[in-house]
């Protein structure tokens, strides 16, 4: 969809909608939400909705960032101490590697 | 007219070619048949074998011949990875720890070369085998080394691949593709291609026994996989007489049914495993001839043959567990009670020569004595040695107990558990002499036996204890020579297929059922059958009598008391075993989806090199050309005719 043939209001929808979904355990839908409308929220010139929809871009793209940070995290934490944990590490993996432990 | 016809016949001609066109895999790879793996085995702290990596091991080869080419190796290899080949000479602990120390060692292949002599010893067993279970263990005060050539191959967990060949064409394109590309100019062999070796055998288990069990377990997938199967098979049983319903007094007479090895497939276990066997089923074949209508009133003998045995005595220990938990009922159905069990006789590793006791309280028992004289053996009380009995006497010390064996303290036998443990070793081929002394043996304990359990001496003619030599030297052939022969042939259904190859004994996964065991409970029942005539073959079905091939090939229906029980460990079924507690055997052996070696021309490092910046430019290249026509597209294309959206 090509966000500068829709009327601003029904860009304000789109932005606030994605962003309220994003609360379902959806980070990558705020991700897309920040990088889709940040155009509109910074560059384009001023107009009535503008003021909303750059919130909306900022709080996803903290959302998003902080998910994003905490995924590497845990990902880096059970990659590197899957071994370690043993049984536990197994019971809570769904694929389990071969030929390794 | 002609001029289409040669046209089709040259389009048949190319279309012809295209199809049965060598493949590119074919002219680059040249592929290994017959060739034995090693694998992964685990047990219940442990992880023991090889495996190679997931897509497979690439080394390039180089033939070791001796100790400077180890250490060429060690200090001065510039090639990467190296695949080494070996012959029996150099496969020892030493040199294969100091080439999983090297860490460039991606393989190695063990190449037995025919025209050389056979090495002095090679076992890749323990010192001591089954160390930690039994009764009498090997800790550090009470010091026996049972297998004094041992080298613990066996029990190691190796971070290269190992194949085993003895395909001498195999062998001599390995050297020659050594000797042409990469033994000259060694110092700079990295610039140029080099042979090398892949080899493949992926092993799907990991840690140890508990953690892949639990992982083959996992039932939160859909589609799980499995990572390793316990190890086991069948204890084969035959009873003289049939078991009372109460009370029994029952002679053991056991022999082992596995050996092992460090390659997939061959366990010949000749000298290890055959001739103990080969002497039970003979005796049991001779008591059997021998009491033909006498009654059974005190007495009675019990043959079993225990499978296993070389993994922590899995078949003993499964046996005795079932008469402790009262569900041992495989002899006709009657539960059969530890307390039952007399004294275990049990025959080891045999060869001409002395022959010894180990026994364990058995200075009252009569059997034995007789045993001691007529086979003149020197007798070694409390000595035990790492077999069957060992399960036995764990569970009651005070147990009437002996093992007829041809060593002592040490194992005569320099290749326990080795893949050379064969006919070779046995000299079974130049001499008449080990069958007469298996024969002499089974004899012996066949009339004594018969003594102890009726009373009465029994009635021996000439011909009849002939016969006894004649079975024992057929049944050598059958499992030292090959399993197409006259006995197994005679013993399986009339034309059954045989496979025109020495069996292996090794035990294998529990879910397989083993031909080795499969074949020898036909055998056994062969031997002491009770032959109903006047049937035809649906009949005798009909009867639930077994319908064999019999030595003519005619057909024979017979009715057998030979039975059989599972062989696999308590461990397993018992529900929250501690896998570690080291009470019963936990050998599990891993999943694995291709066994392979290939060789191939591997490009030098500078080739390959080039080979990825060509491939990685050209791909770049033509990015950054789409990317350009693209954005140029309407002068290209000249595409002014397009709809505006």
Redesign the interface.
């Known amino acids: 969809m090509d966000l500068s043939k829709i009327p601003n209001d029904k860009k304000l929808y789109l932005c606030k909608w994605y962003f309220r979904a994003g609360f379902v355990f959806l980070p990558f839908l705020w991700a897309v939400n920040a990088i889709w409308f940040a155009k509109e929220a910074f560059i384009e010139p001023h107009y009535e909705e503008q003021k909303q929809i750059k919130r909306y871009v900022i709080f996803s793209a903290i959302g998003a960032s902080i998910w994003s940070f905490a995924l590497l995290a845990w990902i880096i934490t059970f990659q590197t101490q899957r071994a370690a944990w ?2 536990f590490a ?1 019971s809570i993996s ?3 590697p ?4 | 007219m002609a001029k289409c016809l040669v046209c089709g016949y040259l389009l048949l001609f190319f279309v012809i070619n295209l199809v049965a066109a060598e493949r590119i895999k074919d002219m680059i790879y040249m592929n290994f048949e017959g060739v034995a793996a090693c694998f992964r085995r685990h047990n219940g702290t442990h992880q023991f074998g090889c495996s190679s990596s997931r897509s497979g091991s690439v080394g390039v080869i180089h033939l070791v011949e001796d100790e400077d080419d180890i250490r060429w190796l060690e200090h001065n290899a510039t090639a990467g990875d190296y695949t080494v080949v070996l012959t029996f000479s150099m496969f020892t602990r030493d040199i294969l720890l100091r080439l999983k120390n090297a860490n460039n060692i991606n393989g190695v292949l063990l190449a037995k070369n025919t025209s050389q002599p056979l090495p002095e010893f090679y076992s890749p067993e323990d010192t001591c085998p089954n160390r930690y279970s039994g009764y009498k263990q090997c800790n550090d005060d009470v010091h026996v080394d049972w297998n004094p050539h041992g080298s613990s191959l066996l029990m190691e967990d190796w971070p290269f691949p190992m194949f085993y060949t003895e395909n001498q064409t195999l062998v001599e394109a390995v050297r020659s593709c050594f000797l042409k590309h990469n033994a000259h100019d060694i110092e700079n062999q990295q610039y140029r291609p080099l042979c090398a070796l892949e080899m493949k055998s992926f092993m799907f288990a990991a840690i140890n026994s508990e953690s892949c069990i639990k992982r083959s377990d996992f039932k939160l997938n859909f589609n799980p996989t499995q990572f390793c199967d316990p190890l086991g098979d069948r204890n084969i049983y035959w009873p003289l007489a049939p078991i009372n319903q109460d009370k029994n007094s029952v002679i053991l007479v056991t022999a082992r049914l596995d050996a092992s090895s460090l390659f997939d497939g061959i366990s010949p276990g000749a000298g290890n495993v055959v001739t103990g066997l080969v002497t039970l089923l003979a005796t049991a074949y001779y008591l059997n001839t021998l009491a033909k209508d006498a009654v059974v009133n005190k007495t009675n003998v019990v043959f079993c043959l225990l499978n296993g045995e070389a993994f922590d005595y899995i078949g003993s220990s499964r046996f005795i567990y079932d008469l402790k938990e009262g569900n041992f009922n495989a002899l006709g159905g009657v539960n059969l009670k530890f307390d039952d069990i007399k004294s275990v006789i049990e025959f080891g590793q045999l060869t001409e020569g002395e022959l010894f006791l180990h026994s364990n309280n058995a200075q009252n028992d009569e059997v034995i004595k007789k045993i001691q004289v007529a086979l003149n053996a020197k007798i070694l009380e409390g000595s035990v040695p790492p077999t069957s009995v060992q399960s036995f006497l764990e569970e009651r010390p005070n147990l009437t107990a002996v093992v007829i064996s041809d060593h002592g303290q040490q194992f005569k036998n320099k290749y326990y558990n080795g893949i050379l443990d064969d006919a070779e070793s046995l000299n079974f081929n130049k001499s008449d002499g080990l069958a007469t002394t298996l024969a002499k043996i089974a004899t012996s304990v066949a009339e004594i036996l018969y003594e102890d359990v009726f009373s009465a001496r029994p009635f021996v003619d000439y011909d009849s204890s002939h016969l006894v030599e004649f079975y024992v030297s057929e049944m050598l052939k059958c499992y030292l020579e090959t399993a197409k022969c006259t006995l197994f042939q005679a013993a399986s259904s009339p034309n059954a297929k045989l496979a025109n190859q020495v069996l292996s004994l090794y035990v294998g996964v529990h879910r397989v059922p083993n031909t080795a065991t499969t074949l020898t409970g036909q055998l056994l029942a062969f031997l002491t059958r009770e032959e109903v005539s006047n049937m035809t073959e649906a009949m005798c079905y009909e009867n639930h009598l077994i319908w064999m091939a019999g030595i003519n090939n005619t057909g024979l229906c017979i009715n057998s008391t030979v039975n059989y029980s599972t062989a696999m460990s308590p461990a397993f079924i018992i529900d929250g075993y501690d896998m570690k507690s080291g009470m019963y055997s936990t050998w599990t052996e891993s999943i694995w989806q291709t066994l392979s070696v290939r060789m191939f021309l591997k490009p030098s490092a500078a080739t390959e090199r080039l080979t990825m910046i060509l491939g990685s430019s050209v791909a770049g290249v033509s990015f950054i050309l789409v990317w350009f026509i693209n954005s140029r597209a309407d002068i290209l294309f000249n595409s002014r005719r397009t709809v505006n959206c």
């Open positions: 043993g049984e197994d769904y694929i389990i071969t030929g390794i432990p």
